[in-house]
């Protein structure tokens, strides 16, 4: 970086504001940061996702440099990780399982031809009879004859890093306002009360900038937690399943997360007794072990989402926005923090500036591939 430091004031400490208020101060900028929300970030879609960064597993739903930058951020997030040194396990890296039951084959077979098709070889994802499924995740039910584990993909012990983000951020002398919504002009950030000017500002609200920036919407989606002693997982697992497909994610002290649905609604209401149903069904079908498990949490959130489902960074004179991170927030993090850096710093720009840095989507235009599933 050039010897020139900022203040920079940053709207939003959810998963993009956190990471960016930390990496900017690590360069000696001076930042303050702005949450509507209080510290633990529950009202942050960051707080409710499942944190898996699974590039191989998005890639038959998005478009190929969202696939690029997830496999940026596999190597991104384990240096990360080791940068702040927390004494709990933030990131694992064992790779994940796609399986379906025997009647619904059709559905594994074809997420497996689509993959060959994006990724164009068998890179990274190997085929696993039912031994080896087994030998891999014992307690799965041995109802599956076969899986197709996707060897690289990872995922964060995404509540426990924001808690330590923050930790971080303070001790490096960051400024934090919680329970302090604020809104967003050139070099300013205001409320009712103040005005607040600084060399830069960056605005990471996520769905909370949709009043000042309309193209932003938010997409429902849900998750259960269950927690169990009787069984244990030691990767993500994917159900295929012709009309929805579930993940569950291990987490700390016998925590799951299944999830999720994918609903074009802004309701932040609680979750549906229909998903409800759905998800905890089909988790039992994963493992009869499950029937006992505690459900703890229900956590609804909306994913901050543009036209085209992609992210977009705008920069101008005194302000960036950054947003549109859709349900690949921790996917998309580490390329999109590393191209707002280089924004800020005038330095050249990473490999994926030409697809983050394009115009908006206007509202006459398609987007060019719809999602269709719903994980
Ligand atoms: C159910 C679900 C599951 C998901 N699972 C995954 C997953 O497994 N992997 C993955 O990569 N992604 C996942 N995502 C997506 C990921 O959570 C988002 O893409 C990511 O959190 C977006 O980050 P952000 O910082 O833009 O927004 P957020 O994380 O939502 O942060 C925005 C912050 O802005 C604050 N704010 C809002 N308005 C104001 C205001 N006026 N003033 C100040 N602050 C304000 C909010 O309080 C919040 O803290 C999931 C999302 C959901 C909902």
């Known amino acids: 970086m050039g010897n020139h430091t900022e203040s920079i004031g940053i709207a939003g400490a959810g998963l993009l504001g956190r990471l960016l208020a930390w990496q900017l101060l690590l360069r000696g900028h001076r930042v303050s940061l702005f949450d509507a929300g ?40 384990p240096l990360w990780i080791n940068q702040l040194e927390s004494e709990r396990t ?24 689509e993959l060959q098709y ?72 205001y409320n009712a009360e103040r005005r607040y000017r600084f060399d830069r500002v960056i605005d990471c609200r996520g769905v909370g900038a949709k009043p000042q920036q309309p193209a932003v919407r938010g997409v429902r989606g849900e998750v259960l937690h269950v927690r169990t002693r009787e069984l244990a997982l030691h990767r993500p697992v994917r159900l295929m399943h012709p009309r929805y497909q579930l993940y569950i994610v291990p987490k700390p002290d016998h925590r799951f997360v299944i999830g999720a649905t994918q609903i074009e609604s802004e309701d932040r209401s609680p979750m549906s007794l229909q998903s409800s149903l759905e998800l905890s069904s089909a988790l039992y079908t994963l493992s009869p072990a499950f029937a006992e498990a505690r459900i703890v949490e229900q956590s609804v959130n909306l994913r901050p989402t543009y036209l085209d489902n992609n992210p977009h960074i705008q920069t101008s004179d005194g302000l960036i926005r950054v ?29 994926f500036a030409p697809f983050l840095q394009r115009p908006l989507p206007e509202m006459s235009s398609a987007p060019e591939h719809p999602f269709r599933h719903s994980p």
């Open 323 to 351: 947003n549109g991170l859709f349900r690949h927030g921790y996917l998309l993090a580490p390329a999109v923090v590393k191209q707002v850096l280089a924004d800020v710093e005038g330095a050249e720009g990473t490999p």
């Open 38 to 77: 209080t510290r633990e970030g529950i009202d942050s879609a960051a707080w409710t996702a499942a944190g898996m960064v699974a590039p191989l597993s998005e890639a038959v739903v998005s478009e190929r440099p969202i696939y690029d930058m997830g496999l940026f951020a596999l190597t991104q997030w």
């Open 118 to 189: 994006i990724i164009g070889s068998a890179d990274g994802y190997q085929w696993l009879d039912r031994p080896a499924l087994q030998n891999l995740e014992p307690d799965l039910s041995d109802r599956f004859q076969r899986g197709l584990l996707l060897e690289t993909e990872g995922f964060l012990n995404n509540r426990e890093l924001l808690n330590q983000l923050l930790a971080t951020i303070e001790r490096l002398g960051g400024e934090c306002h919680f329970e302090c919504p604020v809104d967003v002009e050139p070099n300013t950030l």
């Open 90 to 113: 933030l990131w694992h890296q064992q790779g994940s399982l796609v399986v379906s039951h025997p009647q619904d084959e059709a559905e594994l077979a074809q997420f497996h031809r």
